[in-house]
C-alpha cells in the first residue's frame, strides 16, 4: 500500500493535461475484442488494443493525457485497488474475489458494462452422486473444492457451514478436476449449457457477472475524471448494445465428458495445456503412450490412452505439484520451476521430481527494466536499503521462488504482486523487479527488459507423491509408468 | 483458584476447521479469522489465529481430559479477530473460566458467581448483571417452523442484535403472536413472571417448555442467593454454541463479561455427551477500570545506585540488591546517574563500606558503613 500512496501523490502533483494523468487498466483475453469495440465506439480507443498486440503499453487516440495498460482480468482489480491505476474494465467475478478476500479494498463499481455475461456456479459432476445442493450442506463429507475463485469458494462454504471442506486454488481448467480429483468446482460459465458440456451439474448460482468499469477510491475523490467517464455515459452504452451481442464465442467446441467408467485402481496422469503441450506431445509418441486427443488444436481435457488402467487429465501445469501433493493425481508432466513454487511453499510436501524429462528448457531469471541503474541483485539490495525503492516491489507468476530469492539476498524491504502471466508489462510502473521465465531472452529485449541474474534453468519433469509410488492398489502400475519415462528421457 | 479451577493454556494456532461448523461461529465472526495455510498446508487444511478462549478448550478436553467426568479449568489467554477500522484491537485478552461435564443449573449458578465475585475483588462494584437462555430462544425459532437454511439465518442475525426478524415472523403465529413480545420485552427482575409466561404457553411444545423451566431452576437459585440480575432476553448476543443459561455482565454501559452454557458444542466436536458451561472476563475493557499498579511499588521500593562503575562498588551494589530482594524489597540498579523519583529509598553505594541510606518519604538521609545497616534501616 505504501507504494501505492507514493504514485498517488506523484500522480496528484501531474496537471490534468501531462501524460499518464489518468490510467486505465485494460483486459486481455476474454473480453478484449469486445472492449476494444466498445472503447472505440464510446470515443475512448486506443491505439492496438486488439488480440495481436505485442507491447503492453496503450495511449488513448483522443486524451493526451490518458494511457492504459493491457492486463490478465485478474490482475486488474488489484491493480486498480492498489492505485496503479485509477481505473479498469474486468468481469464482476474478478473485482468480487478481491473484495470478498480483502473487505478493506478502496475499490468502487462504477457502472455494469453488460457485456462478457455469466456465472459463477458451484458445480459437481454429474456422475459424481452429488445433484443437489442440500446434500452438500447436510453431508457430513470433507468437500474438495477447486476453483479459480479461492475467495469466493471459502466464503460460500463458511456461508453455508459446510462441516469441512478444503479449498484447492487452480489457475484454470477447474471444470475437468470433479468428480474423480474434487467433489465441487466453483467456476465461471456463460451458462448452464456450457457447464453441461463439461458434464457439470450446476447446484447453486453464486454470481451473475459481466463485464464492470471500475475505479480507485482515491482517484475518484481526488482526480478529474469527467471527460472519461462521461464516455461511459448510460445512453451511449445502451446505443452500443448491439454491437456488443456480437460477441465472440471464445471457448471451443464441447469438451468429452466423461468418456468411460474409470477402474477403481487406474493410475491417474496429468498431462500440461499451454507452451508445454506440444513438446509434451512429442515425448509421449516417443515413448509410444498413444494418447487420444491430446493435440495442440484439441481441447480435450480427458483424452484417452490405450491401457485401461492409465487415466489422464490435461490440466495447467501450474497447479500439478498442489495436486499431486494431495494424491489426487498419481504421477504429472510439469515443470521444474511450479515443482519448486510449490516445494519452498510446503517443505514437507510429498512431491518429488522422479524424471528429468529434458524438454521444455526456461530460464528463470531476474528481470529490471533498464531505466533501472543496475546489473546485479547486490546493486538492487544497496538501492533497496538506502530508500531509493522501498519498498522494492516484486511482481512474479513465481511467488514463493520470488520470496526465497530475495530472503537468501537479504533484500528488505521488499513485497510481492502475484501476476497470472504477462508480468513484463508491470515493469517499469508497477513494478521494480519480476521473476520471470525466458525462453530465448526476445520477449525481454522487446520490452526494453534486463536481465540481472539467472535463478536456475527449469525443464519440464515427472513428478509424484511419494507415498504412493508404492501403492498396492495401484499394483505397482505406478512404478512401472515411472520406469518407462525415465527409460525414454534419459534415452532421449 | 479457591474455587477449585486449574490453569490451561492452548495453542496460538488452532484448525480452522474447529470453528466451522454450524454451532460453534457465527458467519461473520468466521468471515474476521485470521486464517492462512500453514507450512504444511499442502492439503488446503487452514489454521487460525485463535478467535476464541472456548472451542480451544473443547478441543483440549476432548484430545486430553475426557476421562476425568469433571473439569473445571481456566485462562488467560488472547483472540484474534480483524478489525476494518484500525480503531480497535485486533488481538484481545480474556480470562476464562470453563465447567466441563456438569448439567445441573447448580453449575450455571457457580459460573455467574464466581464471575461477580472476581469482579468484585477488583474493585468493580456497579455491575449489571443481564440473563438470556440460549435454548429458550433456539425453542422459540423452532416453533416458528422455518426451513432448517431460515432457521439458521434467522439466528444469525438475533447473535447479531438484529431481534427484528423473530417479531416479524412470528406475527404470522397466532398463538405466538401473544408469547413473543411479552417474552422479548422481557425485562427486570421478574422469577415470577417467567412463570406467568409458562401458563401462557400452554400450546407450546414441551421441548419450549423443559427451557423454560431449566431458566426457571437457574433464576430460582439465584433468588435464594439475592444474586442481583435482570433478566433480558435479547441480551443473548455473539456466540452460536451457547445452549442454555446466558449472561452478560457490564458497568456503565461497557461489556466487560459474558458467558453461559453449551451443552452441544463438546458433542459436535466429536467429543463425548458433555454438558459445559463458562464465562469470559474481557481483559481490555476491565484493564481501565482496575486501580493502577504504580503506586504501590513506591510504597517498598528501593533504587541502588552506583557512586561509580568501579569493580567493586559495581559488586557490592548487585549483593546489596541480592540481600533486599531476599527481604521482599523490589529493587533496581542504576550506574549512570538517573534520578530517583518515585522510589521509596535510594540507597547510594559510594564504596564497599559506605552507602548513604535516603528515605525518600521522610526526607532523611543516613550514612552507614555495612550492608547489614542498610538492611536495618530500610527493614526497620
Given at each position: 500500500m505504501k507504494s501505492s500512496m507514493k504514485w498517488g501523490v506523484e500522480f496528484s502533483l501531474l496537471s490534468k493535461y501531462q501524460q499518464g494523468y489518468l490510467r486505465l487498466a485494460l483486459p486481455k483475453g476474454r473480453l478484449l475484442a469486445v472492449t476494444a469495440n466498445l472503447l472505440a465506439k464510446i470515443g475512448l480507443g486506443f491505439k492496438g488494443y486488439n488480440a495481436r498486440a505485442r507491447l503492453y503499453r496503450l495511449r488513448s487516440t483522443r486524451f493526451s493525457y490518458l494511457s492504459a495498460k493491457m492486463f490478465q482480468e485478474k490482475d486488474i482489480p488489484v491493480q486498480v485497488a492498489v492505485g496503479n491505476y485509477d481505473l479498469g474494465i474486468c468481469g464482476l467475478d474478478w473485482v468480487e474475489e478481491l473484495q470478498v478476500g480483502y473487505p478493506a479494498t478502496t475499490l468502487v463499481k462504477v457502472m455494469d458494462l453488460g457485456y462478457g455475461r455469466g456465472n459463477l456456479y458451484v458445480a459437481a459432476s454429474g456422475q459424481g452422486g452429488i445433484s443437489n445442493i442440500d446434500e452438500v450442506l447436510t453431508g457430513r463429507n470433507s468437500w474438495r473444492i477447486v476453483s479459480e475463485y479461492p475467495n469466493l469458494a471459502e466464503s460460500f462454504a463458511l456461508k453455508q457451514r459446510l462441516r469441512s471442506?478444503?479449498?484447492?486454488?487452480?489457475?484454470?481448467?477447474?471444470?475437468?478436476?470433479?468428480?474423480?480429483n474434487a467433489d465441487l468446482a466453483v467456476l465461471w460459465a456463460r451458462g448452464e449449457e456450457r457447464l453441461a458440456s463439461y458434464g457439470l451439474t450446476p447446484l447453486k448460482a453464486l454470481l451473475a457477472t459481466s463485464a464492470f468499469l471500475i475505479a480507485n477510491e482515491r482517484s475518484l475523490e481526488a482526480k478529474d475524471l469527467n471527460e472519461i467517464l462521461a464516455c461511459f455515459s448510460p445512453e451511449v452504452i445502451g446505443e452500443s448494445k448491439s454491437l456488443l451481442e456480437t460477441e465472440a464465442e471464445v471457448i471451443g467446441s464441447s469438451e468429452a465428458a466423461l468418456s468411460r467408467q474409470q477402474r477403481a485402481d487406474s493410475v491417474w496422469l496429468a498431462l500440461p495445456d499451454g507452451h508445454q503441450q506440444p513438446p509434451t506431445v512429442e515425448f509421449l509418441s516417443r515413448v509410444r503412450i498413444n494418447v487420444e486427443g491430446y493435440s495442440e488444436e484439441g481441447r480435450n481435457r480427458r483424452p484417452s490412452t490405450d491401457f485401461d488402467w492409465l487415466s489422464v487429465k490435461v490440466v495447467r501445469p501450474q497447479d500439478m505439484p498442489l495436486q499431486v501433493a494431495n494424491g489426487n493425481f498419481d504421477l504429472a508432466i510439469s515443470g521444474k520451476d511450479w515443482l519448486l513454487d510449490h516445494l519452498y511453499r510446503f517443505p514437507s510436501s510429498p512431491v518429488a521430481e522422479l524424471a528429468d524429462l529434458g524438454f521444455g528448457r526456461v530460464k528463470i531469471?531476474?528481470?529490471?527494466?533498464?531505466?533501472?541503474?543496475?546489473?546485479?541483485?547486490?546493486?538492487?539490495?544497496?538501492?533497496?536499503?538506502?530508500g531509493r525503492l522501498s519498498p522494492l516491489r516484486v511482481a512474479s507468476e513465481y511467488i514463493n521462488i520470488a520470496d526465497k530469492y530475495l530472503r537468501d539476498n537479504r533484500v528488505s524491504p521488499y513485497?510481492?504482486?502475484?501476476?497470472?502471466?504477462?508480468?513484463?508489462?508491470?515493469?517499469?510502473?508497477?513494478?521494480?523487479?519480476?521473476?520471470?521465465n525466458s525462453q530465448t531472452g526476445r520477449t525481454l529485449a522487446r520490452h526494453n527488459l534486463r536481465v540481472i541474474d539467472t535463478l536456475f534453468e527449469s525443464r519440464a519433469c515427472l513428478i509424484g507423491n511419494i507415498n504412493n509410488i508404492d501403492s498396492p492398489t495401484k499394483g505397482g502400475k505406478v512404478a512401472s509408468l515411472i520406469e518407462i519415462l525415465r527409460q525414454a528421457a534419459e534415452g532421449g | 483458584m479457591s474455587w477449585g479451577y486449574q490453569e490451561v493454556r492452548t495453542p496460538t494456532l488452532e484448525y480452522l476447521h474447529l470453528f466451522t461448523a454450524t454451532g460453534t461461529l457465527s458467519?461473520?465472526?468466521?468471515?474476521?479469522?485470521?486464517?492462512?495455510l500453514d507450512w504444511d498446508g499442502w492439503s488446503g487444511e487452514r489454521v487460525v489465529l485463535r478467535p476464541d478462549g472456548t472451542i480451544p478448550i473443547a478441543r483440549l478436553y476432548i484430545d486430553n481430559l475426557a476421562r476425568q467426568e469433571l473439569a473445571k479449568l481456566f485462562y488467560v489467554t488472547n483472540v484474534f479477530a480483524f478489525e476494518e477500522t484500525g480503531r480497535e484491537n485486533r488481538e484481545r485478552w480474556q480470562c476464562g473460566v470453563e465447567f466441563l461435564g456438569c448439567a445441573e443449573p447448580a453449575a450455571d449458578m457457580e459460573i455467574i458467581l464466581l464471575a461477580t465475585e472476581i469482579l468484585h475483588k477488583l474493585g468493580i462494584d456497579r455491575i449489571e448483571l443481564r440473563l438470556s437462555h440460549a435454548g429458550l430462544v433456539k425453542a422459540l425459532l423452532r416453533e416458528l417452523k422455518l426451513s432448517p437454511a431460515e432457521e439458521t439465518k434467522a439466528l444469525g442475525q438475533l447473535l447479531e442484535g438484529d431481534w427484528q426478524i423473530l417479531t416479524e415472523v412470528g406475527s404470522t403465529s397466532s398463538e405466538l403472536g401473544e408469547l413473543l413480545p411479552q417474552l422479548l420485552g422481557l425485562k427486570g427482575?421478574?422469577?415470577?413472571?417467567?412463570?406467568?409466561?409458562?401458563?401462557?404457553?400452554?400450546?407450546?411444545?414441551a421441548d419450549f417448555k423443559s427451557e423454560l423451566n431449566n431458566f426457571m431452576d437457574v433464576i430460582s437459585l439465584l433468588d435464594s442467593l439475592d444474586c442481583n440480575y435482570q433478566i433480558d432476553i435479547m441480551s443473548m448476543q455473539g456466540f452460536e454454541y451457547y445452549t442454555g443459561v446466558c449472561f452478560q455482565i457490564s458497568t456503565d454501559g461497557k461489556r466487560i463479561a459474558g458467558g453461559g452454557r453449551y451443552d452441544d458444542l463438546i458433542p459436535l466436536m466429536g467429543g463425548g455427551n458433555v454438558s459445559a458451561c463458562g464465562f469470559a472476563l474481557y481483559a481490555?475493557?476491565?484493564?481501565?477500570?482496575?486501580?493502577?499498579?504504580?503506586?504501590?511499588?513506591?510504597?517498598?521500593?528501593?533504587?541502588?545506585?552506583?557512586?561509580?562503575?568501579?569493580?567493586?562498588?559495581?559488586?557490592?551494589?548487585?549483593d546489596l540488591a541480592q540481600s533486599l530482594r531476599n527481604m521482599g524489597c523490589v529493587v533496581d540498579l542504576d550506574f549512570v546517574g538517573r534520578g530517583a523519583a518515585g522510589w521509596r529509598w535510594t540507597i547510594m553505594v559510594q564504596g564497599a563500606r559506605l552507602f548513604e541510606v535516603i528515605d525518600q518519604v521522610q526526607n532523611r538521609r543516613k550514612e552507614v558503613a555495612s550492608i547489614v545497616e542498610v538492611l536495618n534501616e530500610v527493614g526497620g
Open positions: 471442506f478444503r479449498i484447492f486454488p487452480v489457475w484454470g481448467a477447474a471444470e475437468v478436476y470433479p468428480p474423480e531469471v531476474a528481470v529490471v527494466s533498464k531505466q533501472l541503474p543496475v546489473t546485479n541483485i547486490g546493486e538492487l539490495r544497496q538501492l533497496a536499503k538506502v513485497k510481492l504482486i502475484p501476476t497470472w502471466g504477462a508480468s513484463e508489462a508491470f515493469l517499469p510502473e508497477d513494478a521494480d523487479l519480476l521473476i520471470e | 458467519p461473520s465472526m468466521l468471515s474476521r479469522v485470521y486464517s492462512f427482575k421478574s422469577s415470577g413472571f417467567l412463570k406467568n409466561l409458562e401458563v401462557l404457553s400452554g400450546q407450546t411444545s481490555d475493557p476491565l484493564m481501565s477500570l482496575v486501580p493502577s499498579e504504580v503506586g504501590k511499588v513506591a510504597e517498598r521500593g528501593v533504587l541502588v545506585k552506583g557512586e561509580t562503575t568501579a569493580p567493586e562498588i559495581v559488586k557490592t551494589c548487585f
